[in-house]
């Protein structure tokens, strides 16, 4: 779906990375003008080797005068079995080093954190043990928040472009950024495992080039698509672009709704894109579905789910009202499945709920129409109420609490829902990007030894009938509950402990005043880099 999204920054596009292959012989200790930086980096570096953190080394993904260093990684960059954590380090004109990483905290008490707090940033300006020690010392208390044997995951997501390829005008995907982008924003946030894809298709080329990069940097690829069910709401004939390029004259374009599929093996991935994904006779916009009746796509789906080669998700189930029925709820919303058709479909045909999606407008509700419209609503306004979500029907309220519903009824598991179009990637400053503040963990309770898991391993535990004790969302986004923004793990707290936390906060916030000027200062200085 259509993403709201911070603005990404300008002015920080693929040239700024591709400078890095004139340096690619050099070591950046060589390469740095000033002694003073080469003295610290060389200090920190043999600090941070010697507990375990490996190099970045395809310098496509890294900036000029920039290292990167991921405990997830072993001295000769390959694997080493230990989850990510990842720490970028930057050499200043002014013989400095910048030391920028993310708290990885997916406790229920990291839900308090300020933003310099998720996003840390040190300059170094000396090469003292107290000083480099100090750092290293703070790396290893945060990279301690998350425990080598938690992964991190990201389920939904879309990309714009891949080697210059604008995968828009290729009818293939609707996101915003390049590939070195996104990896870059998964990189800063510690993610183990990506399993986005995009909307309707598999491009094995495209994933070959992805599944590349992201094992370079220690990030497993889980092959995923998008999958719009081909439901019409309407049957009426509009003009769309046929595949010869000319207006033809079809039947209405399907709206939905649209499920996240994982695959356990490229086999059979590539025999469903076969099968499904392919049969289509016009070049539909990405979001569109394949030209296959929906009862036809959702009996491959269970026999490939039966078989274990497959795990599907429930996106966005209450999405943007502003856009097409693509969430299940707003099939039910529109009037055209009724409410027990819906709790049907999820406890037959699916395996996790999408619990909350950062793309949707946090003010908006869903609404219900049709001649169970009455009863829908009553049903929905009991659910949030059940789950501590408040009585009004904000659409991640209603996405929170048919999760926690599922999970009870029928033992689904359930995700962050990140379905990020526009990744911000890391600039050496506290603003936090979309994955910041939403944790999909992973804690497997066996894990092959001096490695992640592997795609098959992965879906095996995702399909599991206990997945959901193994994978749990930690979501530290706002949500609107009673006309008010509220963080959702903070929801047990009354009025009275806000407000004493919040003075409790004034000075604190005060101090940081300058701080925040500096940021905005080093961000326009990226910008221009």
């Known amino acids: 779906m259509l993403m709201k999204q911070p603005i990404p920054v300008k002015g920080s596009g693929q040239h700024a990375f591709d400078r890095a292959s004139a340096f690619r012989e050099l070591r950046i200790e060589d390469r740095l003008g000033a002694k003073s930086a080469q003295i610290m980096l060389r200090k920190l570096t043999e600090r941070l080797e010697g507990e375990g953190f490996g190099r970045v080394r395809n310098h496509s993904l890294l900036k000029p005068d920039e290292v990167v260093f991921n405990r997830g990684l072993d001295g000769k960059g390959n694997e080493s079995g230990k989850s990510n954590f990842f720490v970028f380090v930057r050499a200043n004109k002014d013989g400095t080093l910048e030391v920028h990483y993310s708290n990885p905290d997916y406790s229920a008490s990291a839900a308090t954190l300020d933003s310099d707090r998720v996003n840390v940033v040190r300059r170094i300006s000396d090469a003292g043990e107290r000083t480099i020690g100090g750092t290293v010392d703070e790396i290893l208390a945060a990279a301690a928040k998350k425990p080598e044997g938690a992964y991190f995951s990201v389920m939904h997501g879309h990309w714009g472009s ?126 569109f579905a394949p030209n296959m009746h929906p009862e036809g796509i959702i009996a ?75 009863e829908n609503r009553k049903y929905f306004r009991e659910l949030v109420k059940k789950w501590g979500l408040g009585r009004k029907l904000y659409l991640n309220s209603v996405n929170l609490a048919f999760w926690h519903e599922m999970q009870e ?75 008010n923004n509220i963080v959702w793990q903070r929801r047990n707290e009354t009025t009275w402990d806000r407000i004493k936390a919040w003075i409790a906060k004034m000075g604190e916030r005060a101090k940081k005043i300058p701080v925040l000027w500096h940021d905005l200062w080093q961000r326009g200085i990226d910008i221009l880099r």
């Open 162 to 287: 891949v080697d210059g390829k604008d995968l828009f005008k290729m009818h293939i995907d609707d996101g915003e950024s390049p590939a070195w982008a996104v990896i870059r924003q998964m990189m800063l946030y510690n993610i183990d495992y990506d399993a986005t894809g995009h909307h309707n298709h598999i491009d094995f080329d495209l994933l070959d080039r992805i599944t590349g990069l992201e094992k370079s940097v220690g990030i497993v690829k889980i092959i995923s698509c998008e999958l719009t069910l081909p439901y019409r709401r309407v049957d009426k004939e509009v003009e769309v672009e046929g595949a010869d390029g000319q207006m033809v004259k079809r039947m209405a374009k399907p709206n939905g709704p649209h499920l996240n599929l994982w695959f356990a093996t490229r086999e059979a991935a590539e025999g469903y894109n076969q099968a499904v994904l392919m049969n289509r006779e016009d070049l539909y916009l990405p979001a």
């Open 300 to 374: 491959a789906n269970d026999e490939l789910v039966r078989r274990g080669e497959l795990v599907v998700g429930i996106a966005h189930p209450a999405c943007d009202m502003n856009l097409p029925a693509v969430g299940l709820l707003n099939r039910v919303g529109a009037g055209d499945w009724s409410l027990q058709k819906a709790l049907m479909f999820v406890k037959k045909h699916a395996n996790a709920i999408g619990a909350y999606n950062l793309t949707l407008p946090d003010s908006q509700k869903i609404k219900f129409e049709g001649p169970d419209a009455r």
């Open 409 to 483: 009824q029928y033992g689904k598991w359930g995700y962050a829902d990140h379905d990020i179009h526009n990744y911000v990637p890391p600039g050496y400053n506290v603003y936090v990007r979309g994955l910041g503040r939403m944790f999909n963990v992973v804690t497997p309770v066996v894990k092959p030894v001096g490695r992640k898991m592997n795609p098959k391993e992965m879906a095996g535990l995702m399909g599991g009938e206990e997945a959901g004790r193994w994978i749990k969302p930690s979501i530290f986004y706002e949500i609107m509950m009673d006309g």
